[in-house]
């Protein structure tokens, strides 16, 4: 019986000891949003983003060839979702965009985010409102402090504005 008393107290002792090492803590944000947050390897704190995080962006004229790009604040996340939605109504030829990822604002310099179409298509037929999606199937990995580069081949007619919208979610 004796045995069976200290085994028992040897396994709650063990199951504690694991139950104590958990190695994150949920934190809430004064944003409101919550992030998983736990010890680096060089003791400076590490936060994950529980949930989504959107990142807009807004592409003046579409029918110039141009780039905005976008600082990405997760760590160990990907991009997910891209919508876009135009203000005004664009004629001739589609709006073709391409998504990059990068390190540096300075150029285009990095990976195309691709799918199986490998860029976005706004209409030419798009008017006022139009929103379009680009869905990433691939190269879509990101880090905290990479930029993301939309681009624009600048193929359409009208000087029109677009508004992209970027989900950015935890891998």
């Keep these: 019986m004796k045995k069976l008393i200290?085994?028992?107290?040897?396994?709650?002792?063990?199951?504690?000891?694991?139950?104590v090492e958990a190695g994150q803590n949920l934190r809430q944000?004064?944003?409101?949003?919550?992030?998983?947050?736990?010890?680096?390897?060089?003791?400076?704190?590490?936060?994950?983003?529980?949930?989504?995080?959107?990142?807009?962006?807004?592409?003046?004229?579409?029918?110039?060839?141009?780039?905005?790009s976008v600082a990405i604040p997760l760590t160990d996340s990907k991009v997910s979702f891209?919508?876009?939605?135009?203000?005004?109504?664009?004629?001739?030829?589609?709006?073709?965009?391409?998504?990059?990822?990068?390190?540096?604002?300075?150029?285009?310099?990095?990976?195309?985010?691709?799918?199986?179409t490998s860029r976005m298509s706004i209409a030419a037929s798009g008017t006022t409102g139009d929103v379009d999606t680009f869905t990433p199937s691939?190269?879509?990995?990101i880090e905290k402090n990479q930029i993301l580069f939309i681009h624009t081949d600048g193929g359409s007619t009208n000087d029109v504005d677009a508004q992209f919208t970027i989900t950015v979610v935890p891998r």
């Design 6 to 19: 200290f085994g028992l107290f040897a396994l709650t002792l063990l199951a504690f000891s694991f139950s």
């Design 82 to 116: 891209i919508q876009s939605t135009i203000f005004g109504d664009l004629a001739s030829a589609a709006a073709s965009i391409d998504f990059y990822i990068g390190t540096s604002a300075g150029a285009i310099v990095g990976t195309e985010v691709t799918n199986t």
């Design 138 to 141: 691939s190269s879509n990995t």
């Design 29 to 68: 944000k004064d944003d409101g949003s919550a992030a998983w947050v736990r010890e680096g390897v060089d003791g400076v704190e590490v936060e994950r983003v529980v949930g989504a995080v959107y990142l807009n962006v807004l592409l003046e004229d579409v029918s110039t060839a141009s780039t905005v």
